[in-house]
T-cell receptor, first 115, second 109 residues
Framework: GAGVSQSPSNKVTEKGKDVELRCDPISGHTALYWYRQSLGQGLEFLIYFQGNSAPDKSGLPSDRFSAERTGGSVSTLTIQRTQQEDSAVYLC?????????????FGPGTRLTVT | GQNIDQPTEMTATEGAIVQINCTYQTSGFNGLFWYQQHAGEAPTFLSYNVLDGLEEKGRFSSFLSRSKGYSYLLLKELQMKDSASYLCAVRDSNYQLIWGAGTKLIIKP
């Protein structure tokens, strides 16, 4: 079946511009996660959606970052007034459930470069 | 704070065995995951441990000791394609995954 998809695969933007990154999770997966990964670094948790519950936004680095998940499926991560330090690969993952042995399936990521 | 420690880089020889260690200090524990990440690609799931002991899956095994806050990933009969980063992640009491920075494994012929 189809895996997690993300778009765009690459995005180059000028400092100060807004960007939107999209994630299509695996159908039926109720949990959706956004991560950020800088070159050679581990994954930095950003935000987590589980079903109809309020999202866990504890990882968002600033109020320039926001995310929504429409209809319990597609999610959009928005970065306003981008800064050079926002440059990273943004990974989306989905999981059938948040607990148990259910692993997270990752999308290919969006490489964001802020010039 | 929450912390996951892994060696930054390891080197091993094709056909040999390598053990990648992970120690953690987290707010609660609800399972530990190992993921493999090839350069430029997304992480893929390798193993899950929630009880103490060894879980074996083909050439890969993962061990957990909750009392020691310790896990290792054991890779046997190393192949060149095993060259990748190996990420340890612990799910805390809020069911949030805390990720280590990963261990870059270099396999030499």
């Amino acid at each position: 079946g189809a895996g997690v998809s993300q778009s765009p695969s690459n995005k180059v933007t000028e400092k100060g511009k807004d960007v939107e990154l999209r994630c299509d999770p695996i159908s039926g997966h109720t949990a959706l996660y956004w991560y950020r990964q800088s070159l050679g670094q581990g994954l930095e948790f950003l935000i987590y959606f589980q079903g109809n519950s309020a999202p866990d936004k504890s990882g968002l680095p600033s109020d320039r970052f926001s995310a929504e998940r429409t209809g319990g499926s597609v999610s959009t991560l928005t970065i306003q007034r981008t800064q050079q330090e926002d440059s990273a690969v943004y990974l989306c993952a989905s999981s059938l459930l948040e607990d148990g042995a259910y692993e997270q399936y990752f999308g290919p990521g969006t490489r964001l470069t802020v010039t | 704070g929450q912390n996951i420690d892994q060696p930054t880089e390891m080197t091993a020889t094709e056909g040999a065995i390598v053990q990648i260690n992970c120690t953690y200090q987290t707010s609660g524990f609800n399972g530990l995951f190992w993921y493999q990440q090839h350069a430029g690609e997304a992480p893929t799931f390798l193993s899950y441990n929630v009880l103490d002991g060894l879980e074996e899956k083909g050439r890969f095994s993962s061990f957990l000791s909750r009392s020691k806050g310790y896990s290792y990933l054991l890779l046997k009969e190393l192949q060149m394609k095993d060259s990748a980063s190996y990420l340890c992640a612990v799910r805390d009491s809020n069911y949030q995954l805390i990720w280590g920075a990963g261990t870059k494994l270099i396999i030499k012929p």
